[in-house]
C-alpha cells in the first residue's frame, strides 16, 4: 500500500516540534496587551511601563496620523480593492512613493505590505542561482528568507567585519557569478549597533556590488530628517518599514527608476498582492510630513539612550555595542533573562527577553527599545526595578 509510506499521525511532525521547544523552554506564546498611551499598556490586569515596542517617536497613537488615517477612509474606503497593477493604485500611493524618493534622496520608490514581505520577496527577484550573497550574520530572518528562496550562493560574514567582507569580495571577483550582492542591516534590530554605511558603499563600489541595506530601525531615527544613514551615500537599493518608528505599517523601497521598474514587473511580492489600504498610506504620509519637525525628540531620544547605558553599566549590565535607542541588557543564559523579565513585568516594566534562535545560543537578552515618549521618569523607574531585580540573593532570582 502507498499509504504505509505515510505515518498515520499526518501531524506527528507538529507534536514533534511543539514537544521539542517546549522542552527546550523555547515555546513561543501570544499574551494580548491594552494600549493605554505611547509607553503605558495593561496586561494582566496591571499597568506597565512598555520598553519593548519599536514607536521610537511615539507616533502611533499621534493624532495627527489617527486623523489622516481617518480622513483617508472617509475618502477612498477601507480597503484598495486590488493590487497596484489592476486597479489598486491610487494617487495617495504615487504621491507618497514620490514624496519617499525625495525624502531618502533616490530616483524612485515603491511600496511594500511589510518590511517582511518586501526583503523576501526583493531580494529573491535581484538574484538568481548563479548569484553570490554576503550577507551580515545577524541580519533579520526576513532578509534570509529572500536568500534562501533565490538559491543564490550565501556566505555570512562576521557581524559588522567590513575586513572580512572585503576578502570574501576579492575571492569573489576572481569567480563566475552572474551578480554580487551585499546586504546588511544599518541599525541592527537585537544590538542597537550601526553598520559602517560609507564604508560599506564604497566596498560595492570597488567590487561591482550591488548594496542593499535594511534601514527598519534607523528609519524615523537617524539621519537627516530621521530618514536613515543611507540617504547622503551611493547604495542601490534601501528598505524602510512604517511598522516602527512611523507608528503605521508597511515598507517601501528606495532607488533607482530603472530599479523600480524591474520590481514592478518582476517581483512577485509586489505584484500579486493587494495595494495597501487607505489609512495606512494616511498614516504613513501624515507621519512623513512630520518627520523634519521631529528633530528635537530625536535628539532627546539618543540623550535618553546614551543616559540610560551610562547608568546601565553602573549597575553591572553589559550593554554591547549598542550606539542607538536599542539597548540589549546581555544576561546570556536563558533561565536567567526569563526571570529578569518576569521580575520586571512585577514591576510594572514590559521588557522582554530574547533568546535563541532569534540571537546566538549564550547571548540571551533583555532587549530595551526606547521611546522618545519616555520620560526621564520612566528611565528611573527602570532603572530602580532592575536594581531591586539583581539585588535580590541569586537562589531566589532562580525561583522567581
Ligand atoms: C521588523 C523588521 C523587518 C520586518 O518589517 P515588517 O514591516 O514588520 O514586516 C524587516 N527587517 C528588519 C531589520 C526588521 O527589524
Redesign the pocket.
Known amino acids: 500500500m502507498i499509504f504505509s509510506m505515510v505515518q498515520k499521525d499526518k501531524f506527528a511532525f507538529v507534536d514533534a516540534a511543539l514537544a521539542e521547544r517546549t522542552q527546550n523552554q523555547q515555546l513561543r506564546s501570544l499574551e494580548a496587551i491594552d494600549p493605554i498611551d505611547a509607553v503605558q499598556v495593561m496586561q494582566r490586569g496591571q499597568t506597565r511601563l512598555n520598553f519593548s515596542s ?1 514607536d521610537y517617536l511615539g507616533l502611533a497613537k499621534h493624532p495627527a496620523l489617527i486623523a489622516a488615517a481617518q480622513q483617508y477612509t472617509a475618502q477612498y474606503g477601507t480597503g484598495a480593492t486590488a493590487s497596484r497593477l489592476a486597479t489598486g493604485t491610487y494617487e495617495i500611493h504615487q504621491q507618497l512613493e514620490t514624496k519617499l524618493a525625495a525624502a531618502c534622496e533616490r530616483e524612485a520608490a515603491l511600496l ?8 523576501s520577496t526583493i531580494l529573491a527577484a535581484l538574484l538568481d542561482r548563479r548569484s553570490l550573497v554576503l550577507c551580515d550574520r545577524w ?5 534570509v528568507q529572500g536568500i534562501l528562496a533565490s538559491g543564490a550562493r550565501f556566505i555570512r560574514y562576521r557581524h559588522n567585519d567590513l575586513n572580512q567582507l572585503e576578502a570574501k569580495l576579492k575571492t569573489a571577483s576572481t569567480q563566475a557569478y552572474s551578480r554580487l550582492l551585499i546586504v546588511t ?1 544599518t ?3 537585537m544590538d542597537g549597533d550601526q553598520a559602517d554605511v560609507a564604508a560599506l558603499s564604497q566596498l560595492a563600489q570597488q567590487y561591482n556590488a550591488i548594496l542593499y541595506l ?4 534607523a528609519l524615523g531615527v537617524l539621519g537627516q530628517n530621521g530618514m536613515g544613514l543611507a540617504a547622503p551615500y551611493s547604495v542601490d537599493l534601501t ?1 524602510g ?4 518608528a512611523f507608528g503605521a ?3 517601501f523601497v528606495a532607488c533607482s527608476q530603472k530599479l523600480r521598474d524591474y520590481l514592478m514587473n518582476c517581483c512577485p511580492g509586489f505584484i500579486y498582492t493587494t495595494a495597501l489600504p487607505p489609512a495606512v498610506v494616511g498614516a504613513i504620509d501624515a507621519a512623513l510630513s512630520l518627520m523634519p519637525e521631529l528633530e528635537p525628540d530625536r535628539q532627546r531620544l539618543m540623550q535618553h539612550a546614551e543616559m540610560l547605558r551610562t547608568q546601565l553599566q553602573e549597575i553591572g549590565f553589559e550593554t554591547g555595542a549598542s550606539t542607538t535607542q536599542i539597548i540589549p541588557l546581555l544576561i546570556g543564559s536563558e533561565s536567567k533573562t526569563l526571570n529578569l523579565a518576569q521580575s520586571l513585568a512585577d514591576q510594572g516594566i514590559l521588557a522582554t527577553a530574547i533568546r535563541p534562535p532569534t540571537v546566538a545560543q549564550g547571548t540571551s537578552r533583555i532587549r530595551l527599545a526606547l521611546s522618545a515618549a519616555h520620560t526621564p521618569a520612566h528611565l528611573a523607574q527602570l532603572i530602580y526595578s532592575l536594581k531591586l531585580s539583581t539585588e535580590l540573593p541569586q537562589d531566589i532570582t532562580a525561583c522567581l
Open positions: 519599536n511594500f505590505s511589510s518590511g517582511f514581505q518586501a526583503n541580519v533579520h530572518s526576513s532578509i542591516e541599525v541592527f534590530s535594511d534601514e527598519a530601525h528598505i518599514t512604517f511598522g516602527k505599517f508597511g515598507a
